[in-house]
Structures are given as C-alpha cells and as structure tokens.
C-alpha cells in the first residue's frame, strides 16, 4: 500500500468497471458513483495530434492530489474517492485520468468529481507535450478556462 | 545546499533536470536572482518569466518563500494535466 | 437495433468499461467522459432496506429518457450519450441506473450527465418498491428535493 | 374505447394493471370523473389525489388533455426511479 493508496500515478491504462469496484468496495452506504475519464483527443488548438506524453514531478504531485481529494471529501461528506493519472505516451483515444467518487446522494458525487478535476487541471504538476503528424513535438499551453473554472470552487 | 529541479519547458529551456546548488540563499527569489547570472535564457525563464511556477518542499511558493539547506525547489510552467 | 439504440431498460446489470466503450465507440474527438452510477443503498428513511423492487411503464419511459438525452445534447453538445436503468429485483450495493456521457471538454459532460439524472429522477416512469427486513414492503415515496433539483435546469 | 393503465401504488389500490374502457370521455378529466364513481379507493386515487400523474399516449398530460377512442391513458404516482 502506498502512502495515499487513493492516488494512484502509473504509466499502463485502467479499467474503470475494476478500479470504481475497488473504490466502492467496504463502503455500503453508497446511492452515487460518478466517474470522469479524460481521454486524448485527436485534435489540439486545431491541429492533428499523433502522441500525447504524459510529464510529472514525483513526490509533489501526489501530495498535491491527496490535498484536492480531501478536500473534497470535506466539503461534500464522500464516502470514498479515487484518482488515477497516467503518465508516459499516449494516443488519441486513450484515458489520460480517472477521477471517482461515491456518496450517498448525487449531488455531492457530481460536485466533487468536477471540483477534483478542476483543481486537478489547475494545481496537479502535471505537463503535457504532443507531436504531430510531421513529428513537431509542442509543449501543450495552460488554459485560460482552465484558470477560470477552478474560480467558481472559492467559497 | 539546496536541490532544484527543472520541469516539462524549463528543463528543455535549460538542459537540465536537477542540479545541487551550494550558494546560501535566504529566498527563492535570492536563488533565481543567482540562477539568472547564468545567461539570457536562465533569465527569460526565471527572472522575467511572469508565468513561472515554483514549488518548495513540494508545496507551492512564491518568490519571497524562505529557503534552507536540504530543501528541494522546483520550477516548472504552469500545469497542463487532465 | 431498438428504436432508441442509446437508451437500455433491462433486469441484467451492466458492466461499466463495456458500456461506456460502446457509447464512445466511432466517436475519436471526445476529450472527457462522465459516467454516473446510482446503486442500492442498504439504509432508505433509517430503515434497512433488504430488497428494492423497481418498476417501470414500457414505451412510456424509453420516450421520456430519449426526450431527456436529447435536450442533453442540445444543450451542450455532446459527442454521445447513454441510459441505462434496470427493473426488477435488486439489492444493496446493486447498480440500478447508468447515465454516460461524452464531449470535447469536461464542463459539459458534467453538466449534461448532471442534467439528465435529475430529469430522469421526476420525469422517467419508474417506480421503487423496498422490502425490509422484517418483510413489509413500501413503496418509495418521491422526494421533494428532487423536484428542486430539477428546477435548477430550467432555462 | 380508451386503454386504461395503472402503475405502482395505483395497480395495487385499485386491484388492476389495466382495462378497455368504453365509454365516450372528451378529456382525462371526464374520464377521471366517471371511474371515480366506482368506490371510495377510486374517488381517493384519482379524483382527491393532487399528486395523481397521467400520461396519454406516452406523454404527460393533465386532467384537461383531450382523449379519442384508440388513446391510452396511464394513471401513477410520482416517480421515483434513478
């Protein structure tokens, strides 16, 4: 068991029926489970995009998603939660991210799984750089929206 | 002594990941002041860079957070995970 | 192929990584995926619940979550959706209902999977019925907070 | 000649899931009316009830929708699923 054994940074894909299962399992009191998958697309900023790759900084990352995920368990009582971030080359179509959460009733699973990935997007050390189909490679650019939708969380 | 790492760009922008520095420095700031001596794109980076990011201890800190022997400070552009 | 290919009622459970795949299937330029679960708890009005019964209107309830996943998509443009809700016997910690949505980028999909819950919640034609433990059985009355939940969508 | 559906709480109070009704009704209302005359569980279910639902032909409907021979008419609670 690692240190936060609900974050989990890897390089090989998920299957989210398995991880979801794990996430639930031991917790009865569940009427909730809402699960966000980030998955590569296949067009950037108007471009084709043939390989996304995946850079973090280890250590600080997983302390930087333990804090998002607790406090989302803070502020909408979840009965668990799961965050899974892969990293390394991936491809148009893959999952980049799992973000699940449970609670007993939806409204608290629905507003902590898009407050986790909205913090996520915006405090998770987490870089991306895709090449294209002529073998430019780019460091992808943060996103203003993303800057903006993580505002809408202060209390 | 302290370790300083180099994200994603930066460590493109600098050709390095991580180097020990020895100087004493009282802040980050004081540390990226020094680091800018190294040339133009040390200092596009660091110095006059306004979307630097800078962890400290893997929390994030500013330029005025205090620095001390055995800390690990990193710089990195802002994040694009998800 | 059904009428209504996207919306499934059926007794069997379903699995999440099949049906999410399936739904996202021919589609490359999705960028986030929601995936709602509702499942059984054990406890409904303090009591312990042994067995929830769910019942439905054939015809009638494809018509009304088609009607909901469209509005869905019309409101924010999504690359494809899902509904599954299953009838029958079921019991705690049973998947009852699935809502699965796809778009380019993760607000959306949030909301629309959000939005066509709490439709379903009030506008979809079934009915819960729990057995407790000491064999009495009652039908589950609706809940006022979800036709409050439901006016927040209102445009 | 209307199909007369009844769902959940509504099938078991009033001892049937559905029938063939053939008197003539202009609108749910009219038709609401005539079953109530049948006894006081049916007066209590539809004609008193405010929170009776209906449905004619699959859609939600009020008392005042207009019904014709070949239509069916569904009368429940409200609905609690998800």
Same mark, same amino acid.
């Given at each position: 068991?690692?240190? =936060?054994?609900y974050?989990?940074?890897?390089?090989k $894909?998920?299957?989210?029926?398995?991880?979801?299962? %794990?996430?639930?399992?031991?917790?009865? $009191?569940?009427?909730?489970?809402?699960?966000?998958?980030?998955?590569?697309?296949?067009?950037?900023?108007?471009?084709?995009?043939?390989?996304l790759e995946?850079?973090?900084?280890?250590?600080?990352? +997983?302390?930087?998603?333990? @804090?998002?995920?607790l406090?989302?368990?803070?502020? &909408? @009582?979840?009965?668990?939660?799961?965050?899974i971030h892969r990293?390394? @080359?991936?491809?148009?179509?893959?999952?980049?991210?799992?973000?699940?959460?449970?609670?007993?009733h939806?409204?608290? %699973?629905f507003?902590a799984?898009?407050f986790?990935?909205?913090?996520?997007?915006?405090? %998770?050390? =987490? &870089?991306?750089?895709e090449?294209?189909?002529?073998?430019?490679?780019? &460091?992808?650019?943060?996103?203003?929206?993303d800057?903006?939708a +993580?505002?809408? &969380?202060?209390? | 002594m302290?370790n300083?790492?180099?994200?994603a760009?930066?460590?493109?922008?600098?050709?390095k990941? #991580?180097?020990q520095?020895?100087?004493?420095? #009282?802040? /980050?700031?004081?540390?990226?002041?020094?680091?800018?001596?190294? !040339?133009? #794109?040390?200092?596009?980076?660091?110095?006059?860079n306004?979307?630097?990011?800078?962890?400290? #201890?893997?929390? /994030?800190?500013?330029r005025?957070t /205090?620095?001390?022997?055995?800390?690990? /400070?990193?710089?990195?552009?802002p994040v694009?995970g !998800?």
């Amino acid at each position: 068991m690692s240190e =936060f054994p609900y974050i989990k940074i890897q390089q090989k $894909d998920f299957d989210l029926t398995t991880e979801v299962a %794990a996430m639930r399992a031991g917790h009865k $009191d569940i009427g909730a489970v809402v699960s966000f998958v980030g998955t590569v697309r296949d067009i950037n900023e108007g471009d084709e995009v043939s390989i996304l790759e995946l850079e973090h900084y280890p250590g600080m990352t +997983e302390k930087a998603l333990e @804090k998002i995920r607790l406090e989302a368990h803070d502020r &909408w @009582k979840l009965e668990s939660s799961l965050i899974i971030h892969r990293i390394g @080359k991936m491809y148009p179509t893959d999952q980049i991210v799992l973000v699940a959460v449970s609670s007993r009733h939806r409204e608290n %699973a629905f507003y902590a799984s898009h407050f986790i990935m909205d913090y996520l997007k915006t405090n %998770a050390p =987490f &870089w991306k750089k895709e090449t294209l189909p002529d073998g430019e490679e780019r &460091w992808v650019d943060a996103r203003v929206t993303d800057k903006e939708a +993580e505002k809408r &969380w202060i209390q | 002594m302290v370790n300083v790492l180099y994200f994603a760009s930066f460590r493109e922008m600098l050709g390095k990941a #991580n180097e020990q520095i020895t100087a004493d420095h #009282n802040t /980050v700031g004081a540390l990226i002041e020094d680091l800018s001596k190294r !040339g133009e #794109n040390w200092q596009q980076a660091l110095l006059e860079n306004k979307n630097l990011q800078i962890a400290v #201890n893997h929390d /994030v800190a500013q330029r005025d957070t /205090v620095i001390k022997p055995g800390d690990e /400070v990193a710089f990195f552009p802002p994040v694009t995970g !998800g």
